[in-house]
């Protein structure tokens, strides 16, 4: 109630001291002042607004700037994971390790505990295919395969001793653990 | 206090107002005419100015193994541009100091990021228009390396590309898009309506900085992403299987192979692979016969692995057992004169049904084949799936031909019986070989699981009917026919998996070389495992080798598939014998 009787002084005040109110009537000279407050009130608002619309504006268009950034960051790692991970990359890291596939696969049934299969010693056949026949023009990433042997090298020379001599050979053999 | 008389102050007031009334007045009518009378046509011409339509592209689906492994997806590639009127030198903070790089230095950076020759970049910077292109399709890797040097005159334009990240794996039947993006093969092209997408536009105002004025976008069409299809594939195994091919390709200097594997109570495709391939990254780099799918686009004649189908049909029909007697001589000649023959000579052997698949033997499956009418066996290789399009219709598949048993000759006839006179594709083999190792029942080839739409819409393709073939006793006498050829075979004796029990066929077929049968062979064989519960086909066919004439050729690229099949999916070695049935009499 006594902001609602400030705001009726307000004006008798203001009609007092402007020159074109004094004279008219209190209520509509009230009404000038309250739409003129009125008006001014909207365009501050406005200003204010316009303003932080505009510094949203820039921010939202460097937003999207960074957005396409890291986009490219993204297409670039996953361009790299996807070479990593193709066939022929895992199949050069696989040789270079002296990784050799067993052909003759062994089970344990465990319902009766029953060796399926004869278990024979993985050995590289003299058929298999040693180099990567299927190209592939999207690879512009593969494993430092040299680093990877000598980094295997230092481990197991670190953890086993038997595993010097195979390890000196430059590349491994098939795994001890068959 | 004026100096003037009243009159002329009043005089020079009065000029003042009028003259102020003048130029307000002035002003007022320009405001109106800007406000009001022009305001249409000012707001349209400044509007237009600050107004862009883009295109907002949609990216096309990926297409994704079984196991969702990817094969195919979109990427961004970027051509490089420059703008030659504004080439200048470029100054940088380099450790809180100006360096000043000149375009020689800059073309010089810039070329080795391009793989660029640093005169040819200069040449096309000292031209005067507005746009050049320095390099195209570069990768999201080199085209970082561009926007890091930072030049204010260098510009990329992004557009949507293909990559296939493992290469030529499957490459032959993904197929591939040109730069603009019509699809031009194998799975890309058949499998457009999933992949697609429906590119969107957008209509907003920038201010004079190029910043998008906000609230001002009107979408007149949404972008819409592609679906992403799912293959039934085995990424690994079509390696592996490609691997093989490949070598045997090049060891045995043949002009094509390819290799299928089949997962028999299903009937989907896991391995459809080929050599020579594609790789669709680089299309350009494999000849264009490479580029298409010969497992569903080429035709060839079987040969003996035909004979399986003859001999399965003779049983369903009973007029034979696996058992029945038969004396195959070396060569029979024919009442209009040709010869037939077997490929080894050989004295009169007393074979059974069995004992003839074993050998192979032309003559003895001769004396078969004809205990059944032309139009019997016809109606059999149909309902084996020869002589017409699988259900998946892939782009430029060809149905093979049988022509029409009446109008057969008599040679075409009995060569029928054991796979020359007739063409079928290579799936059509593998998969007439999967319904006698389904007890008797095709299944349709089925090579894609499901399509799901961006908005997560699953769509999953409808299987096409299964046929009976065959009953499952006579599939069953088929498979232990089968067995004993890997078992006893001269030739199929090589194509045996330790551990498991192995079914399977040769076939050594004359190849055309022009209009007459040429002296170069396609050497195949089919096989299934494990025989007593048969869960793989394996189809390899390597066309008119050069170093091996006979199907012992095949036969390691089969092991080696067949092996590696059943260790991927851990199929248990075989723990019973194959059954007994006599081979001779």
Request: aromatic share 6%; with cysteine; net charge positive.
């Amino acid at each position: 109630m006594s902001a609602l009787r400030a705001l009726n002084a307000v004006p008798e005040k203001i009609q007092g001291r402007v020159g074109f109110l004094r004279g008219m009537k209190p209520g509509l000279a009230r009404t000038l002042v309250i739409v003129a407050l009125g008006l001014f009130a909207i365009n501050v608002a406005n200003l204010v607004l316009s303003n932080i619309t505009i510094q949203s504006t820039y921010k939202l268009a460097a937003l999207k700037a960074e957005r396409n950034v890291l986009r490219t960051e993204a297409e670039v790692v996953g361009t790299q994971v996807n070479s990593l991970a193709s066939n022929q990359n895992l199949v050069d890291v696989a040789h270079a390790l002296g990784m050799v596939s067993n052909v003759n696969p062994v089970f344990l049934r465990l319902s009766d505990g029953k060796v399926i299969g004869k278990p024979k010693r993985a050995l590289a056949n003299q058929r298999s295919v040693a180099a990567n026949l299927v190209p592939n023009a999207a690879m512009n990433t593969d494993t430092n395969t040299e680093l990877l042997t000598k980094n295997s090298e230092v481990s197991l020379v670190g953890s086993s001793g038997s595993a010097t001599t195979q390890a000196g050979s430059g590349t491994i053999q098939a795994s001890p653990t068959y | 206090m004026s100096m003037l008389p009243p009159d002329e102050e009043n005089r020079r007031q009065l000029v003042l107002r009028r003259l102020t009334g003048v130029v307000v007045g002035a002003f007022v009518i320009a405001l109106l005419n800007y406000q009001v009378i022009s305001a249409g046509a000012i707001n349209t011409e400044s509007k237009g100015k600050r107004t862009v339509t883009r295109t907002v592209e949609a990216l096309r689906g990926s297409i994704l193994d079984r196991d969702g492994q990817i094969l195919a997806k979109s990427v961004y590639r970027y051509d490089i541009n420059a703008d030659p009127s504004a080439v200048s030198p470029v100054s940088r903070q380099v450790d809180g100091k100006t360096v000043t790089l000149s375009v020689d230095q800059l073309a010089g950076q810039l070329a080795e990021v391009l793989g660029k020759d640093k005169d040819d970049l200069l040449r096309k910077f000292a031209g005067t228009g507005k746009y050049v292109n320095l390099s195209k399709n570069v990768d999201a890797t080199i085209y970082s390396k561009v926007k890091a040097l930072d030049i204010p005159w260098i510009w990329p334009d992004a557009h949507p590309s293909r990559l296939y990240p493992n290469g030529a794996v499957a490459g032959n039947l993904l197929g591939f898009i040109t730069a603009d993006g019509a699809t031009l093969a194998g799975i890309e092209r058949k499998m457009n309506s999933c992949l697609a997408g429906v590119d969107g536009q957008e209509t907003y105002e920038r201010g004079s900085d190029g910043i998008r004025i906000p609230d001002s976008a009107v979408v007149s069409q949404k972008a819409r992403n592609g679906g992403t299809l799912q293959l039934t594939i085995d990424t690994n195994l079509q390696y592996f299987a490609q691997q093989v091919l490949a070598n045997a390709v090049n060891y045995e200097r043949a002009d094509y192979g390819t290799a299928l594997v089949v997962e028999v109570k299903t009937g989907k495709l896991l391995v459809a692979a080929e050599a020579p391939t594609v790789d669709p990254n680089d299309p350009g780099a494999s000849d264009e016969a490479d580029r298409q799918s010969r497992i569903f686009n080429s035709t060839y004649e079987p040969g003996s692995t035909m004979k399986t189908l003859t001999a399965a049909t003779a049983i369903d029909t009973g007029v034979a057992t696996v058992g029945t007697q038969v004396k195959a001589p070396f060569a029979v000649k024919m009442p209009w004169g040709t010869w037939i023959k077997d490929s080894e000579k050989h004295k009169t052997l007393n074979l059974t049904l069995a004992g003839i698949l074993r050998d192979s033997s032309n003559t003895g499956i001769m004396k078969i084949g004809e205990l059944n009418t032309r139009a019997e066996r016809f109606d059999y290789m149909k309902r084996f799936g020869l002589g017409k399009k699988t259900s998946i219709d892939m782009a430029g598949e060809s149905g093979g031909t049988l022509g029409d048993p009446k109008t057969w000759d008599d040679q075409t006839n009995y060569s029928s019986m054991f796979g020359q006179g007739i063409a079928v594709t290579p799936i059509q083999m593998a998969y007439s070989y999967q319904a006698i190792a389904n007890k008797g029942v095709r299944l349709q080839p089925q090579l894609f699981e499901k399509c799901t739409a961006a908005d997560g819409t699953v769509t999953n393709f409808p299987v096409g009917e299964s046929v009976r073939v065959v009953s499952e006793s006579t599939a069953r006498d088929t498979v232990d026919m089968l067995e004993k050829v890997v078992e006893q075979g001269h030739i199929g004796r090589t194509a045996d998996v330790a551990g498991y029990r192995v079914g399977g066929k040769s076939g050594t077929a004359q190849t055309m070389d022009g209009n007459r049968y040429g002296n170069l062979y396609a050497i195949s064989f089919i096989g299934l495992a494990p025989a007593e519960d048969p869960q793989y086909v394996v189809a390899v066919m390597l066309y008119k080798s050069r170093r091996t004439a006979s199907s012992i050729g095949a036969t390691p690229v089969f092991k080696q598939i067949m092996q590696q099949t059943l260790r991927t999916y851990r199929v248990a070695p075989s723990t019973t014998k194959s059954r007994n049935i006599p081979t001779e009499w």
